[in-house]
């Protein structure tokens, strides 16, 4: 079935450091793919998403390339800051078809912490 | 923005007890959604529901849970008899018209903790 793995965490940086956060998927066909950050006592919000191969999903000065040869969406950004700690959550969903329901399914999750 | 609401934020209840979490979705969403994330872990799909039924559940979702859109409005999860492994973070979800998973919107979530 299909399934995420995400690298472990917690993951620690200094301000401005480059961060990865890795994934990488196993699904049939082509599936969705979003990151979303859930913030220290918050929900859960979408980060960005990538819906086809090769696409780059970006928001905030995050981004992640769905890679279909690699099966991957890894999460960076150039230039971290301490109000990115959060906790991480690479997803997919089924192949996109107009007006289907759509489970997720969710990596275990990385903690970030961004020290000052 | 439109906002999927949930309540409570957090329910503390003894074990045995029946609890219900309530969701309101988006207006024009069709699609809903409870998930859970037990502390430290991954987040689990429990079921999904789009026009007035289950359509699809989880293992996780077995004869203790329930789900029901009682009023057009409302999005309810209820746990008939609570354990102690069913202390987690609900979160609710909403999805629009041919918006698949793209369009989902979660609520804030409510700690459920069963002592």
């Known amino acids: 079935g299909n399934s995420v793995t995400q690298m472990e965490g917690p993951v620690t940086l200094s301000e401005e450091a480059f961060l990865t956060i890795n994934c990488t998927y196993t699904?049939?066909?082509?599936?969705?793919l979003f990151w979303y950050v859930q913030y220290p006592g918050e929900g859960l919000q979408l980060l960005l998403k990538a819906t086809k191969a090769d696409d780059k999903g970006s928001n905030k000065g995050f981004e992640a390339t769905y890679r279909k040869e690699t099966t991957s969406f890894h999460l960076e950004k150039g230039s971290v800051q301490v109000s990115d700690s959060a906790v991480y959550f690479c997803a997919l969903s089924g192949p996109y078809n107009a007006g289907n329901n759509r489970k997720l399914i969710w990596g275990l999750g990385t903690s970030l912490a961004v020290n000052p | 923005e439109p906002e999927v609401t949930q309540t409570p934020s957090h329910q503390v209840t003894q074990m045995g007890q029946e609890v219900i979490l309530r969701c309101v979705p988006i207006?024009?969403?069709?699609?809903f959604y409870w998930y859970r994330q037990i502390l430290g872990q991954k987040v689990e799909f429990l079921v999904s529901?789009?026009?007035?039924?289950?359509?699809?559940k989880s293992e996780i979702f077995d004869d203790q849970f329930s789900v029901e859109r009682p009023d057009g409005s409302n999005f309810t999860l209820k746990i008939r008899s609570t354990k102690l492994e069913d202390s987690a973070m609900y979160f609710c979800a909403s999805t629009g018209p041919g918006q698949g998973a793209r369009g989902y919107t979660f609520g804030s979530g409510t700690r459920l903790t069963v002592v």
């Open positions: 699904a049939t066909g082509y599936p969705s």
């Open positions: 529901f789009y026009n007035n039924e289950i359509s699809e």
């Open positions: 207006s024009n969403h069709l699609y």
